[in-house]
């Protein structure tokens, strides 16, 4: 027992996303601006439905580009009234964008069990064209982590444990930072980011400290490339890895097929965990959904009934009539 007491305890903090493709911007506050409208997002995920206590996630995201050559050109990337990204035309006269700023707001609701997490960032970005069909982003994100552990819901046979019963232990606030990079044309994406950089816990009253109680920061390298068969329908495989000390590296793999800019199907695979199908339709210039589920195939699958979650996004000050982005696909 002396000799387990050398070692310190990591915990997992960050929850996952099976629609990272979707919504990059959650992870990489270098997306943050990228399209010429206001991007609105609301997410909902349920885990491993069936199992008490599995962590359920709500989300919202929101970010806009600044600049008028930008917003409101449409001499190099944007057609008066959209063109189709999954069209071979469109990556034939596809033009870097504009340099710009990008600024966006993120929140988040994460419970698991008697564990519950609360944050809200700022993010920013400034976008510049390497060249005529490249583009690189820089992003910036900070805000602040509320942690809460329900310790009265807890049945225990014996109370008198300080770290059990102390709100200030169990109610923490920390300082949430992260920085991101993203590279970008018309038919790739790479992106580079690390979330909960430099960040510690604080009790919320004064009260006893931990030296080691700190969030253990994660990076993300996101990917993806589109192909094409055919002159209306885009095959675009997608690669997320996360790297967290705390826990094995987490591989995502996705391919998403699509038609035009309407609809689209795909599949995909968490490594050590499961295997996903997603769907998604832009309802029109102002609406668009996803939903996807995953099968648990990890031990969790006896007890588990998958895992759900289902995206809306609205596209605000929409003024080419986009159906959906033409970077993030």
């Given at each position: 027992?002396?000799?387990?007491?050398?070692?310190?305890?990591?915990?997992?903090?960050?929850?996952?996303?099976?629609?990272?493709?979707?919504?990059?911007?959650?992870?990489?506050?270098?997306?943050?601006?990228?399209?010429?409208?206001?991007?609105?997002?609301?997410?909902?995920?349920?885990?491993?439905?069936?199992?008490?206590?599995?962590?359920?996630?709500?989300?919202?995201?929101?970010?806009?580009p600044?600049?008028?050559?930008?917003?409101?050109?449409?001499?190099?990337s944007?057609?008066?009234?959209?063109?189709?990204?999954?069209?071979?035309?469109?990556?034939?006269?596809?033009?870097?964008?504009?340099?710009?700023?990008?600024?966006?707001?993120?929140?988040?609701?994460?419970?698991?069990?008697?564990?519950?997490?609360?944050?809200?960032?700022?993010?920013?970005?400034?976008h510049?064209?390497?060249?005529?069909?490249?583009?690189?982003?820089?992003?910036?994100?900070?805000?602040?982590?509320?942690?809460?552990?329900?310790?009265?819901?807890?049945?225990?046979?014996?109370?008198?444990?300080?770290?059990?019963?102390?709100?200030?232990?169990?109610?923490?606030?920390?300082?949430?930072?992260?920085?991101?990079?993203?590279?970008?044309?018309s038919?790739?994406f790479?992106?580079?980011?690390?979330?909960?950089?430099?960040?510690?816990?604080?009790?919320?009253?004064?009260?006893?400290?931990?030296?080691?109680?700190?969030?253990?920061?994660?990076?993300?390298?996101?990917?993806?490339?589109?192909?094409?068969?055919?002159?209306?329908?885009?095959?675009?495989?997608s690669?997320?890895?996360?790297y967290?000390?705390?826990?094995?590296?987490?591989?995502?793999?996705?391919?998403?097929?699509?038609?035009?800019?309407?609809?689209?199907?795909?599949?995909?695979?968490?490594?050590?965990?499961?295997?996903?199908?997603?769907a998604?339709f832009?309802?029109?210039?102002?609406?668009n959904?996803?939903?996807?589920?995953?099968?648990?195939?990890?031990?969790?699958?006896?007890v588990?009934?998958?895992?759900?979650?289902?995206?809306?996004?609205?596209?605000?000050?929409?003024?080419?009539?986009?159906?959906?982005?033409?970077?993030?696909?």
């Amino acid at each position: 027992m002396l000799f387990l007491g050398c070692f310190r305890a990591f915990a997992q903090e960050m929850p996952v996303y099976t629609q990272y493709i979707f919504n990059s911007y959650l992870l990489n506050p270098a997306v943050t601006g990228i399209d010429n409208y206001i991007d609105t997002k609301l997410g909902y995920r349920n885990q491993w439905k069936g199992l008490e206590g599995a962590p359920v996630t709500q989300y919202f995201s929101i970010h806009a580009p600044i600049g008028q050559d930008f917003v409101q050109s449409s001499v190099n990337s944007f057609g008066g009234n959209g063109d189709n990204p999954m069209s071979r035309s469109y990556v034939y006269t596809y033009r870097a964008a504009e340099p710009h700023h990008g600024i966006g707001l993120n929140g988040m609701i994460d419970q698991a069990g008697l564990l519950k997490q609360t944050k809200l960032n700022l993010t920013y970005a400034y976008h510049i064209g390497l060249s005529e069909t490249m583009n690189l982003s820089l992003g910036l994100s900070a805000g602040l982590k509320y942690f809460n552990f329900d310790q009265k819901a807890m049945q225990v046979d014996d109370d008198s444990d300080f770290l059990l019963t102390s709100s200030s232990t169990n109610n923490r606030i920390s300082a949430e930072l992260g920085a991101g990079i993203w590279l970008y044309g018309s038919r790739y994406f790479l992106g580079i980011s690390g979330m909960s950089l430099g960040g510690r816990f604080i009790p919320m009253n004064d009260a006893k400290r931990s030296g080691t109680d700190k969030m253990q920061p994660s990076f993300y390298l996101t990917t993806g490339y589109k192909f094409f068969a055919g002159e209306d329908f885009g095959i675009i495989p997608s690669m997320l890895v996360k790297y967290n000390s705390a826990i094995p590296t987490i591989i995502d793999g996705n391919l998403k097929v699509a038609f035009r800019d309407r609809v689209w199907l795909g599949g995909g695979f968490r490594s050590y965990d499961s295997f996903s199908a997603l769907a998604g339709f832009n309802v029109s210039h102002l609406l668009n959904l996803s939903y996807s589920y995953d099968f648990t195939s990890s031990n969790l699958n006896t007890v588990s009934n998958g895992t759900h979650e289902i995206v809306l996004g609205i596209l605000l000050n929409n003024k080419y009539r986009l159906n959906c982005s033409r970077y993030i696909f």
